[in-house]
């Protein structure tokens, strides 16, 4: 014991107007019970899409490992390794819930984390596309009528996709 906490303990001791506990009255006292934590898991189950390359995998494939686990709110697509919310990946959307998404989203950048030719046939493979893109219309406060010049383009891009001359 150093000479200044020994020094330090003797006042105290000698200290006659000092406060002291008495331990018997304390006996009556409940001790207080340490908080209980709580942690909720929600089981995953099945194939979840990223919402900007629709890549399809399992829950585990998005998860992104942290020193204490894995992060709870945010996800990693593995193959365009574009970074959202689980919430989004998770969420089981229409084609016009998804159009509102991205209308959303797309201040904050979304048409620059898709990467086109793959998300358009993603898209249309999954019998998205003209609902979605009504939708996205709808809310750009585009005219919802197929112009002439994207009937053209329809038309081309159909029968060409006929004779397998794209994806």
Not at 127 to 144: D, H, I, N, S
Request: proline share 4%; aromatic share 14%; net charge positive.
């Amino acid at each position: 014991m150093s000479m200044r906490k020994w020094k330090r303990e003797q006042a105290a001791k000698d200290d006659k107007q000092q406060a002291k506990l008495d331990l018997s009255q304390l006996s009556g006292l409940k001790p207080v019970a340490p908080p209980v934590t709580v942690t909720i898991q929600q089981q995953y189950q099945g194939e979840y899409c990223c919402p900007f390359c629709l890549h399809q995998d399992v829950i585990d494939h998005f998860l992104i490992s942290t020193k204490k686990g894995f992060n709870k709110r945010l996800g990693e697509c593995p193959e365009c390794h574009s970074k959202a919310e689980l919430k989004s990946i998770t969420a089981s959307w229409t084609p016009e819930e998804y159009a509102e998404f991205a209308f959303g989203y797309t201040k904050m950048g979304f048409w620059q984390k898709v990467k086109w030719q793959l998300w358009r046939y993603r898209l249309e493979k999954a019998g998205w596309a003209q609902r979605f893109w009504k939708r996205y219309r709808e809310l750009k406060g585009e005219p919802t009528t197929e112009t002439y010049q994207d009937y053209i383009q329809r038309k081309q891009y159909e029968e060409a996709k006929e004779k397998g001359w794209t994806e």
